[in-house]
């Protein structure tokens, strides 16, 4: 993440620093006319985060009491790169997915809430500064050298490693994802923590971010534990971090391409939000497989005009009423009227 955070400074955070803690009065004509000889109060010394990419700092890197590598000033630079990159992922990729992928007649299922997509996003809007705010310290420990992060590929434990961290890092994060969202299901903690998240049996791409912040944050530890275990390369760190919420995004997207018996795609996901004690897996059916979680998609999902039958939809709330009751009781969520789907 310091590839991030550096580019992050070049073009944003020294201006900002530089503009609200100077290391001397600014000048009237700030920014125009920015340090000319800050560079004489600051001992700070530029280094490029990767050897792949240089970018010389400007005159602002300099001026401001915060230099690039104060302690502070990267917790509170990561705190606003996450909240501002989860909010970016969240609206255009999910947007995309809404008005491209989503199947608009799943709005018409029994058990789609009133203003869901907008409950959706509000939730997602609610949960990511604070997803941000503690997550930031575990990425300040990564820049700061704490992990097991490296730069060039000739610095990997062995060449081969650097194909080999791809595959570790999905199954790791895949296995430990399992048992913390399994564990989120737990009755001690399921109606406190998970079930914001379950508050959409039928989601959309705009549920993929809508939880509450500290299941999301649980969620999430495993991407950031990672790299205090094994060596991972830096770049592809950051390209991991953005694949993830891409999946996120498309196992909320109702759209069952395909029948894999391995990948935990949105057929399996739309079954766990629908009947809630199956497939609590991220990538794979692997774990739920080995736990006794796993319930295989039925055949007619993947045939559009069945899975968006009257009749399918009532074999569905059937069995989602008859579970719920023994998950959380009585059903407090508010429906859209007949009336409104049926126009």
Known sequence: MDVVLEISDQFLFDYMYAYLLPVR????????????????????????????????????AYGSAWVRDNLYRQGLSLFFILWIFGLLTYFIFASLSYIFIFDKKTMEHPKFLKNQVWL??????????????????????????????????????????NFFQFPLFLLFTDFTIYWIHRGLHHKSVYKQLHKPHHKWIM????????????????????????????????????GLFVFINFWTIMIHDGEYVANNPIINGAACHSIHHLAFNYNYGQYTTLWDRLGGSYRAPEAEMFQKEVKMSKKHWEAEVKEMETILKDVEGEDDRVYEPETKKSR
Not at 29 to 50: C, E, H, L, M, R
Not at 143 to 150: E, I, K, Q
Not at 227 to 236: D, G, S, T, Y
């Open 25 to 60: 009065p600014a000048p009237y004509d700030f920014p125009g006319k920015i340090f000319d000889n800050a560079t004489t109060v600051s001992t700070w010394q530029y280094k490029p985060a990767t050897a792949y990419l240089t970018l010389e700092p400007s005159s602002a």
């Open 120 to 161: 959706e996003i509000k939730q997602a809007n609610s949960a990511m500064p604070v997803m941000a705010l503690l997550t930031a310290p575990l990425l300040v420990l990564e820049v700061r050298g704490y992990g097991f992060l490296y730069d060039t590929l000739d610095e990997a434990p062995t060449w081969w490693w």
């Open 203 to 238: 989601p959309t791409p705009f549920a993929s971010h809508a939880f509450h912040p500290l299941d999301g944050y649980a969620q999430s530890l495993p991407y950031h534990f990672f790299p205090f275990i094994f060596p991972l390369q830096k770049v592809a760190y950051v």
